[in-house]
Every structure is written in structure tokens, then in C-alpha cells.
């Protein structure tokens, strides 16, 4: 599951929408960042690569970027076209809510991830919990619809997320928080870190744009490699729909999003940047009275690569092999492409 996803699970006006019955207009071309530096755009042809910046002196004193918006602008490219060059993993996935916990295994597919669930609450899946599963992937395996359902969500997903990528130049402002500074979970990665807030001249018309308008919060780049490597945001108004009649999202909520630098024995130098650490926690009400509450942490770990050119029928095959069979599969797709 790439970053574009995981930042459109802090999105919950989706889940107010959908407690709602309410189908918003989109106002919005796909994706579009413009600005003096450029323009990025995603979900249509080629994204353009920022122009150069103009060097601010007090910046460049200190060892900082000699413009934070130029700076987060070439992340923003590079985060959009992070599927030209990335691997696939294998990876366990620790989600945790309010309800339960789980754990999942998840194989990568350039036509989205298929996760198979291993555990709830600390505990073995039960007889009918573990043949559901089993069910499902198998649907998934036989269904030529089953297998479009999954790209479509995955392309909307995708595509949704790109949008809400694309708002960082723009509809915020960046001030250095201090000098050079590093990750807390990756202490090796050397990062820049801002401070931001809304840009008051931004026009936010979507409901994407003016759920994150609304925030304020710290992110962190890595120096080296100019990703994202950690995201922090707090609401620090409410957001309503339908001047808060159809739904209202509370100021307060919060999200944090991580992500490491994992590479394989004897791959490429560079690498790919994964979602470590996800937390979100937002309250809403839609319609009314209904209080909705989007409390989500989930953890990722154990990366392990897998062959780039996967079917949706593959991963869902492998998902459901223990680990070690698993290997000896990945290497008879490798050996049969």
C-alpha cells in the first residue's frame, strides 16, 4: 500500500459522506499544483518538475533549503511519481482500533495490495473467521469482477490521494523549525523539518482541500533523498458540510504519518521509501446527530521484496502460503515470467 493511500485514510469526510447519503459535486480539475515554482500534475499526462528557486540568504546561512515551498514542491513530485521506479513488498501490517486489533500480511500489486488477515485481538483467527478469509481471496483469485472491483478502488484510491498530495505547496506556508534536524524513528536519516500553516490565500473548495486547509502541523524531509518521511497535522477548527447541517468534523483531531527507507540485499542503491506508522484520530457528526470517530494505528514492518510484475491472482495466492512456501513461490514467478 503506497503513502497516497494511507494519507487518504486521514480523509474522513469520506466516512461522513457516506454516513450522510450525501454525494458531493467534484469542483475540481484532477490534480493540478500551481505556483511561481511550476506545476504538478497528477491523474492526467506528465507532471512537470518545478522550476529553480530563488535562494533565501538567512536559509542558506543556517544550512536550510533556500526555499521551503520549492523544497516541498520537488517532494511532492517525487512522491507523485514514485511509482515509476519503486519495488514491491511483502509486509505485516499491526492495525489497531478501537474495536480490535489485527494483524495482516499484505503482497504488493501494481494493481493495488492484497492482504490476507492472520490474527484478531492477539488470537489465531477462528475456524469461521479463518474459511471467510479463506472465501474472500479466493473470490478474488476466480472472479475476473471481483479482480476489476479491486482496480477500480485502488485506481480511485490512487487517484483521490494524489489530489490531497498535491495541496502541501500551495495551501500551506513553511517556516524552518531549526537547523538540520533527524527523525525520532530513523535517527540515521537526516531531515529538514518545518513547521506549516494554512496559506489564508489559498482557495480550498474541495472537501480534501479544506479538510487538510484546516490544519496545522510539522513535517519532515529527508535531506538526502528530498522524501517525506514524517507528516503531522492537527485540526485546528472544525470543518463543516452543508454549513455544518450534513456533517462537521471537530477541531482537534490528529494524524501522524511515518515512513523508513527499506531496500533489498543486492538491490538498487536507492531504495523505497514505505509507510512505517500510521495513526489517525478525528471525530465527526454527520447528519444531524450521528457522532462518527475515525481512530485507526496501524504499524508496518518485516519488508521483503517480491517479483515486480505480480497479478491480483498471484498475491492472493502467495498472501494465503505460509512464509517459507511463500519464497519458494516468489521464485517460481520469478523463474516463469
Not at 531504495?271 to 457522532?291: N, P, Q, S, Y
Request: proline share 6%; with cysteine.
Amino acid at each position: 500500500m503506497t503513502i497516497r493511500t494511507l494519507i487518504g485514510s486521514c480523509c474522513v469526510a469520506a466516512v461522513l459522506c457516506a454516513a450522510a447519503g450525501v454525494h458531493y459535486a467534484q469542483g475540481e480539475s484532477p490534480l493540478a499544483v500551481k505556483g511561481a515554482g511550476g506545476s504538478v500534475e497528477h491523474g492526467g499526462d506528465s507532471v512537470a518538475r518545478p522550476a529553480p528557486a530563488n535562494a533565501t540568504s538567512a536559509n542558506k546561512a543556517q544550512g536550510l533549503p533556500e526555499d521551503p515551498g520549492y523544497l516541498v514542491r520537488e517532494v511532492v513530485y517525487n512522491e507523485l511519481h514514485d511509482h515509476d521506479t519503486h519495488g514491491y513488498w511483502r509486509y505485516w501490517i499491526e492495525r489497531r482500533t478501537s474495536k480490535e486489533t489485527q494483524l495482516e500480511d499484505a503482497v504488493e500489486t501494481p494493481d493495488g495490495p492484497v492482504a490476507r488477515v492472520e490474527s484478531s485481538g492477539g488470537q489465531p483467527l477462528s475456524a469461521d473467521a479463518r474459511s471467510e478469509e479463506e472465501r474472500r481471496l479466493k473470490r478474488l483469485i476466480n472472479s475476473p469482477t471481483e479482480q476489476a472491483q479491486h482496480r477500480k478502488e485502488y485506481a480511485e484510491d490512487e487517484h483521490r490521494i494524489g489530489r490531497i498530495l498535491a495541496l502541501l505547496p500551495d495551501a500551506f506556508l513553511y517556516e524552518p523549525a531549526g537547523e538540520e534536524a533527524r527523525s525520532e524513528r530513523a535517527p540515521e536519516c537526516p531531515c529538514y523539518h518545518f513547521h506549516f500553516r494554512p496559506n489564508p490565500s489559498y482557495p480550498a473548495h474541495s472537501i480534501e482541500s479544506r479538510i487538510f486547509h484546516a490544519m496545522t502541523g510539522d513535517l519532515w524531509i529527508s535531506a538526502d533523498h528530498k522524501r517525506l518521511v514524517r507528516l503531522d497535522g492537527k485540526l485546528q477548527d472544525n470543518v463543516d458540510f452543508g454549513y455544518g447541517i450534513l456533517g462537521r468534523l471537530y477541531k482537534g483531531g490528529w494524524f501522524r504519518l511515518e515512513r523508513t527507507h527499506v531496500s533489498a540485499a543486492g538491490g538498487s542503491a536507492n531504495g523505497d521509501w514505505k509507510t512505517e506508522r500510521l495513526e489517525v484520530h478525528m471525530i465527526g457528526r454527520a447528519m444531524l446527530f450521528k457522532t462518527i470517530a475515525r481512530e485507526t494505528s496501524e504499524v508496518r514492518g518485516g519488508f521483503s521484496p517480491v517479483p515486480p510484475g505480480l497479478t491480483l491472482k498471484q498475491a492472493a495466492t502467495l498472501v494465503c502460503e505460509p512464509t517459507d512456501a511463500a519464497v519458494a513461490r516468489t521464485a517460481s514467478f520469478v523463474t516463469t515470467r
